[in-house]
């Protein structure tokens, strides 16, 4: 069997195993999957879609009172303008004043660890979103 995209704009095929076949969308658009066997033809409409955008980003906890010694995990939650929860966004983290506290990032998470007494905020940024969290550390 031999497996086509009639536009790899769109589409290109990953891999084909016999009567399977992956495909991996690389903008949105809509072409058609062929499948030739012995002289016969088949295809099958594929329409790939964009992504929807982040809409906004809530810091979750919202704001925190600790203590230097603490550690606190935030995280940062992304929905589209429809309120849909999103995943597999590259979310940047940072803070005001990092005399305050110390910021390790993972991804859509980020560990805060106070380092001495004030204030400050918490941001995390999505596609050009932003949301935030107060820190007061005593």
Not at 89 to 112: C, E, K, M, P
Request: glycine content about 10%; charged content about 15%; overall charge negative.
């Amino acid at each position: 069997m031999t497996w086509s995209s009639t536009d790899p704009s769109v589409f290109v095929i990953g891999s084909a195993s016999g009567h399977s076949v992956s495909v991996f969308g690389h903008a949105a658009g809509t072409a058609s999957l062929q499948a030739s066997s012995e002289g016969k033809t088949g295809q099958a409409t594929v329409t790939v879609t964009a992504p929807a955008p982040v809409g906004t980003v809530t810091v979750v906890p919202e704001s925190a009172t600790l203590a230097v010694g603490d550690s606190v995990w935030f995280r940062a939650e992304l929905r589209d303008p429809a309120g849909n929860l999103l995943a597999n966004r590259i979310v940047s983290w940072s803070v005001t004043d990092s005399s305050v506290i110390d910021l390790h990032a993972y991804g859509a998470q980020a560990l805060v660890q106070p380092r001495s007494s004030g204030s400050a905020i918490l941001r995390a940024t999505s596609e050009g979103k932003s949301g935030e969290a107060s820190i007061i550390v005593r």
